[in-house]
């Protein structure tokens, strides 16, 4: 398995990661514009050539990021690649210099094993809730905050 940074020619297979859980209700839907347009963001897991997940890591403060469109492809799953994808998002925020990453999830077990704890949706910064706007379940939010520090390399 490869994880590195995006390119041009995986927002195809980013958007199509993306928009089957969506579909599911699972995750908001990505429009493959956002997913260019944000395309920096993005991390991917590749397998013999194939983009199999994808993960992006949104700096939303000086001390604070979010992982966000955390996707595995069906066949992938429960073969480390969402946690090869959360460590290199964390790794980058590291680099960064940003302390504090979050992910808001409908899969919380997943985040407790790579080491998030469970937090409090109120007591992340009200920028968070930018995506919420556009969420179908705004007033009935079923998602899950999770938090973690990592070491900054400053």
Do not use: H
Request: aromatic share 8%; with cysteine; glycine share 6%.
């Amino acid at each position: 398995m490869n994880i590195r940074n995006a390119k041009i020619s995986d927002a195809q297979a980013i958007s199509a990661l993306i928009n089957c859980y969506a579909e599911r209700d699972k995750m908001l839907f990505r429009p493959l514009v956002d997913i260019y347009e944000k395309l920096q963001m993005f991390i991917v897991a590749e397998v013999d050539g194939t983009v199999v997940g994808c993960c992006a890591l949104e700096i939303i403060w000086s001390d604070l990021a979010e992982i966000k469109s955390l996707a595995v492809s069906e066949g992938q799953k429960g073969k480390g690649v969402g946690r090869a994808l959360v460590s290199e998002a964390t790794e980058q925020a590291s680099r960064l210099g940003v302390p504090r990453v979050f992910a808001l999830t409908l899969e919380p077990q997943f985040f407790e094993r790579v080491g998030f704890t469970l937090v409090e949706k109120e007591e992340l910064p009200m920028k968070v809730w930018s995506d919420c706007a556009r969420c179908p379940k705004q007033q009935e939010c079923d998602e899950i905050a999770f938090l973690k520090t990592v070491p900054t390399d400053l």
